[in-house]
């Protein structure tokens, strides 16, 4: 995704230097591991709407969206509803649905 590690850290509630030695470990906690998969599947799904365009997918994924509540959908991800509101937003999206 490209995200800075400091964007990462926060999205997963991981503290920076935490993550750094997740990283250097290879493993995540189980709890940090579904956060983790969230965000991957958010992201997944906009790749696919964007048509692998990978800039104009994370410019998406980090605007403020007035479908949102002025909220952008990376920071939706936070929790499993943010997350399932996003996807909708992305299905709607897709087609072609006003929102």
Do not use: C
């Amino acid at each position: 995704m490209a995200l800075p590690m400091q964007v990462l850290a926060d999205l997963l509630f991981i503290p920076p230097r935490t993550l750094q030695r997740r990283k250097a470990t290879g493993r995540l906690e189980p709890d940090e591991s579904d956060r983790l998969l969230r965000l991957s599947r958010v992201y997944g799904r906009a790749i696919e709407l964007f048509e692998g365009n990978n800039g104009a997918t994370l410019k998406w994924l980090q605007s403020p969206l007035p479908v949102l509540n002025g909220a952008s959908p990376l920071s939706m991800t936070k929790t499993e509803p943010g997350a399932h509101e996003v996807e909708r937003l992305i299905n709607r999206l897709e087609y072609g649905v006003f929102s």
